[in-house]
C-alpha cells in the first residue's frame, strides 16, 4: 500500500495510519496474513489479532485478496482465539492438510462471524453510524483472520511465494448503532442429475428489532441462486437474493427499511443445480458445496446484538420447509421467486421430489406411490425415455387397480 505503517505488529498483524479521507476519528487497520506458504489446497489458515481495553467500531472492510489463489476469507470475532502461535491450519481438512501448521479450531471461545469475502467482492462500507463494536467487554477480545486457499502453485516450489492476503477494516471509537451478522445454512447433499431445494428457518426470539441492511450470499459449483426472508403472520418478504456465482459480496438489502421482530421468522433457501454423475455433499472443500445466506444487521439503541449467530438445517434429505410443523402455515405462500435466478425468466423447480412443493392433480387426494415410488399425481412423461418405456411396460403387465378410475395414470 501506498502509505505509511505505524510500526506496530500484534499477532501478525499490521496496523495502519489514518486513512486522511476517513477525518482524525477514523484509522485504517491492516489485518493480513504473516507470510505464509501454504502447501496442500483447501488449506485453512488462521491469524489472530489482540484488541484493547477500549471499545472501538469496524465501520468498512477492504479486501486484498485473488480468487484464484484464495477461496474465501472470514473475519471471527472471539473470547480467545483458537491458538496462541501467529499462524494456525484451521479447517476440518487440517488433519489431512498441510502438517506444517498446528491444528486448531478458529475460536477458543465466542466465535461470532463479522465479515466474509469471496469471488473477488469490491470493498464494503457499512451505513452512516453503523459499526462491529470490538474490544473492552464486548466478548470479542480478539479479531481472528481466516483464509481457505484454493490454489497453491504459487507457494510451491520453482516459485516459492509467500501471502499476505487480507482485510483493510476502518475502525473509529466513536459510538455507532451496534452491527452484526446472522448466518442461515444447511447440511445435506445433492444427489446426481437434480435440482435441489436446500432450506432452514429459525423463529426469531430476541426482544430487540434489527434492521437488515445488507445480504450475502455463499455456495459453490452448483448453487444457482440462493434466498433470504422475513416472514410474518404468513407474508414472506425478501431480505435478499442473489446468484452465489456473481462476486460474494455483501448487497443492499432488497427491501429497504425491513425489521425483525420477536415473533418474525427468518427463513433461507439455497437452489442447486447439480449436472454430474455423482451426488455433491456439503462439505469444507472447493469440490463440496456450501449453502449459506448471511443477514448484516444493526439495532437501534442499547448494546445489544443477537446471542445466537448460526441457524443450519438438517437439509435435504432430512429437511425441507414441507416437512416443517412451525412452516406448515406459510408453505402456501412462499415466493415465486424463491428459486428465480435474478435476471432469468423462470424459476428453478425441484426434480428430486417432483410433487414436492407442486399442487397435485388431485389436491384433495393422498398422494399414490404404487408403481416403482413414482408419484401417481405426476406427469409420467417427465420421465427419462427408458424409465418411461419401462414404466409403461409394468402398468400394461400388472393389471388394473381400484383407483386407476380416480387416477389417470
Known amino acids: 500500500m501506498e502509505r505509511a505503517l505505524v510500526l506496530a505488529v500484534c499477532l501478525g498483524a499490521v496496523f495502519g495510519a489514518p486513512n486522511p479521507s476517513q477525518g482524525g476519528d477514523y484509522k485504517d487497520v491492516d489485518f493480513l496474513m504473516p507470510s505464509v506458504q501454504p502447501k496442500h489446497p483447501d488449506t485453512y489458515l488462521c491469524t489472530p489479532m489482540k484488541m484493547t481495553d477500549t471499545a472501538e467500531y469496524i465501520v468498512g472492510f477492504r479486501p486484498h485478496a485473488n480468487m484464484a489463489i484464495a477461496h474465501h476469507i472470514l473475519l471471527y470475532g472471539c473470547m480467545k482465539p483458537g491458538s496462541k502461535k501467529d499462524v494456525w491450519n484451521c479447517g476440518e481438512m487440517a488433519g489431512g492438510g498441510d502438517q506444517q501448521y498446528e491444528q486448531r479450531g478458529v475460536c477458543d471461545g465466542g466465535q461470532k462471524i463479522l465479515y466474509a469475502w469471496a469471488m473477488d467482492a469490491p470493498s464494503l462500507k457499512l451505513p452512516e453510524a453503523v459499526g462491529f463494536k470490538v474490544g473492552a467487554d464486548t466478548g470479542i477480545n480478539y479479531l481472528v483472520l481466516q483464509v481457505h486457499y484454493k490454489d497453491v502453485t504459487s507457494f510451491l516450489p520453482p516459485l516459492n ?85 456473481k462476486p460474494q ?57 443477537m446471542h445466537n449467530t448460526y441457524c443450519f438445517s438438517a437439509g435435504p434429505p432430512f429437511y425441507y420447509w414441507k416437512g416443517d410443523e412451525r412452516m406448515s402455515s406459510v408453505i402456501k405462500n412462499i415466493p415465486d421467486t424463491a428459486s428465480l435466478v435474478p435476471g432469468a425468466k423462470k424459476p428453478l423447480k425441484q426434480t428430486l421430489e417432483p410433487a414436492l412443493y407442486d399442487e397435485p392433480v388431485y389436491p384433495t387426494a393422498d398422494v399414490i406411490n404404487d408403481v416403482m415410488d413414482w408419484n401417481m399425481n405426476e406427469d409420467p412423461k417427465t420421465l427419462e425415455e427408458e424409465q418411461y418405456a419401462k414404466l409403461m411396460q409394468y402398468l400394461q403387465e400388472r393389471g388394473p387397480r381400484e383407483y386407476d378410475e380416480e387416477y389417470p395414470y
Not at 471509537?173 to 444427489?191: C, D, F, H, N, W
Open 161 to 245: 511465494g509467500i501471502d499476505k492476503s487480507g482485510i483493510t477494516m476502518t475502525m473509529t471509537e466513536k459510538p455507532q448503532r451496534r452491527a452484526g451478522v446472522y448466518l442461515l445454512g444447511t447440511g445435506g447433499s445433492i444427489p446426481k442429475h437434480s435440482v435441489t431445494y436446500m432450506e432452514t428457518e429459525c423463529p426469531y426470539d430476541e426482544d430487540f428489532e434489527i434492521h437488515p441492511f445488507a445480504f450475502r450470499t455463499h455456495g459453490h459449483t452448483l448453487a444457482q441462486v440462493n434466498a433470504g426472508y422475513r416472514i410474518r403472520n404468513g407474508q414472506w418478504t425478501e431480505i435478499g437474493r442473489q446468484s452465489p456465482q
Open 249 to 305: 459480496m455483501f448487497y443492499n438489502a432488497t427491501t429497504p427499511g425491513l425489521v425483525i421482530k420477536k415473533g418474525d421468522t427468518l427463513a433461507a433457501r439455497c437452489t442447486m443445480q447439480n449436472d454430474l454423475d455423482h451426488d455433491v455433499k456439503i462439505g469444507s472443500t472447493q469440490n463440496d458445496e456450501m449453502c449459506n445466506f448471511y443477514v448484516m444487521y444493526y439495532t437501534d439503541g442499547g448494546d445489544q446484538i
